[in-house]
């Protein structure tokens, strides 16, 4: 079946330091990956998505590249800021008619000033 | 605007008493779905339906009933038979047939049993 793997958090970094969360997958086909966010107390918002290999998607200052040959599809943000503190969830939805995402457990961001 | 409509918000239960939480959504999405989330653990799928009056179970649907009557509602029943229902209820709808499969959720509904 499908998986997504990502790094266990919680993640903490100082204000302005480079992000790396990690995600990779298992799916047959072509799968569309996601990136989505959680605030505190809120549903999930989609960050950014990729629909084929070699896409990267953008957003906000984060980006993600779709690499088929190491299935990873990890988020990076340059410099990070006190409200980027959230939970990040990795995510596909596969090819070929099953409308049924499988979700990453998710990631805590915790950025201190 | 358009969107997903979770109600209520916040939700207190007793012991052996049935709940029902509502889903609207106002987006023409053709699929919907229910998930349970608890803390640590992730999203997980309690039920899910790709048209009106057909519906799928998830991974975790034993306690749980939902209905599919009309195309922007898609109402989730916590029963008591649900052991454990304490939880963090998401709701979520996607274009299914058209688009690339991104969900796009409601604001969620916290569920404490007393």
């Known amino acids: 079946g499908n998986s997504v793997t990502q790094m266990e958090g919680p993640v903490t970094l100082s204000e302005e330091a480079f992000l790396t969360i990690n995600c990779t997958y298992t799916?047959?086909?072509?799968?569309?990956l996601f990136w989505y966010v959680q605030y505190p107390g809120e549903g999930l918002q989609l960050l950014l998505k990729?629909?084929?290999?070699?896409d990267k998607g953008s957003n906000k200052g984060f980006e993600a590249t779709y690499r088929k040959e190491t299935t990873s599809f990890h988020l990076e943000k340059g410099s990070v800021q006190v409200s980027d503190s959230a939970v990040y969830f990795c995510?596909?939805?596969?090819?070929?008619?099953?409308?049924?995402?499988?979700f990453g457990r998710g990631t805590s961001l915790i950025v201190h000033p | 605007d358009g969107g997903i409509t979770q109600s209520p918000k916040y939700l207190f239960r007793k012991e052996g008493q049935n709940v029902t939480l509502s889903c609207e959504q106002n987006?023409?999405?053709?699929?919907m779905y229910w998930y349970r989330q608890d803390p640590g653990q992730g999203l997980r799928l309690i039920y899910y339906?790709?048209?009106?009056?057909?519906?799928q179970k998830g991974d975790i649907a034993e306690g749980y009933s939902v209905s599919r009557e009309k195309k922007e509602s898609f109402p989730l029943t916590v029963t008591s038979a649900q052991k454990n229902p304490t939880a963090f209820y998401l709701c979520?709808?996607?274009?299914?047939?058209?688009?690339?499969?991104?969900?796009?959720f409601g604001e969620g509904s916290r569920l404490t049993v007393l």
């Open positions: 979520a709808s996607s274009p299914d047939r058209v688009g690339t499969g991104e969900l796009f």
């Open positions: 799916a047959t086909g072509y799968p569309s």
């Open positions: 990729a629909t084929k290999a070699d």
């Open positions: 995510a596909l939805m596969p090819s070929g008619g099953s409308y049924i995402p499988t």
């Open positions: 987006l023409n999405h053709d699929a």
């Open positions: 339906s790709q048209i009106v009056n057909d519906f």
